[in-house]
């Protein structure tokens, strides 16, 4: 079974950073890019970034440029989220999900259940 | 960046009734890369359509997708009571962008 599990969510001062994991099993995971996309508590969804199957092509929205470092680990079949200087728009469920092919320009087919961050002081 | 505009925000509607959906974009989606996800309350979305028209693995066909450039439809033929939900359009084109979502409540 295709499964991913987000990890790393908690409650953190504004300014802070926070890093996001994300576990993946059931298919060969350095076959496919992958994503984050976020939701604010009671709003829609928003694409935060994307990573190539190999980390060589990385894309990120414009609200966390800058500010925001995805990455992976094949060899761990992990994919991780590394936040700067959150803010207290930041604070959203953070939803890891797997791209359909090796670029991160794809639409997505699996979703974690995703790790809540809040930024607050 | 690509801003996509869904209307209506809520349509409220009966079991069995058609269900029309609209995703519209501010400029050109390349090859039709859109796609539309459905949302229930405390779950992940799931993907229902991908290339504007083609339905992923497991969906009914009641779920159809049509439209290009910048003008995208979702219809739900007969609504099923497990259809009510959110759905949002995504374009894939460049960078991603989400639609705001349209809400599906029962009447």
């Known amino acids: 079974e295709v499964q991913l599990v987000e990890s790393g969510g908690g409650l953190v001062q504004p300014g802070r950073s926070l890093r996001l994991s994300c576990a993946a099993s059931g298919f060969t995971f350095d076959d496919y890019a992958m994503h984050w996309v976020r939701q604010a508590p009671g709003k829609g969804l928003e694409w935060v970034s994307g990573i190539s199957w190999n980390s060589g092509s990385i894309g990120y929205a414009d609200s966390v440029k800058g500010r925001f470092t995805i990455s992976r680990d094949n060899a761990k079949n992990s994919l991780y989220l590394q936040m700067n200087s959150l803010r207290a728009e930041d604070t959203a469920l953070y939803y890891c999900a797997k791209a359909v092919e090796m670029q991160w320009l794809s639409f997505v087919d699996v979703w974690g259940k995703g790790t809540t961050v809040t930024v607050s002081s | ?107």
């Open chain 2, 1 to 107: 960046e690509i801003v996509l505009t869904q209307s209506p925000g809520t349509l409220s509607l009966s079991p069995g009734e058609r269900a029309t959906l609209s995703c519209r974009a501010s400029q050109s989606v390349s090859s039709s890369y859109l796609a539309w996800y459905q949302q229930k309350p405390g779950q992940a979305p799931r993907l229902l359509i991908y290339g504007a028209s083609s339905r992923a693995t497991g969906i009914p066909d009641r779920f159809s997708g049509s439209g290009s450039g910048t003008d995208f439809t979702l219809t739900i033929s007969r609504l099923e009571p497990e259809d009510f939900a959110v759905y949002y359009c995504q374009q894939y084109g460049s960078s991603p962008t989400f639609g705001q979502g349209t809400k599906v409540e029962i009447k």
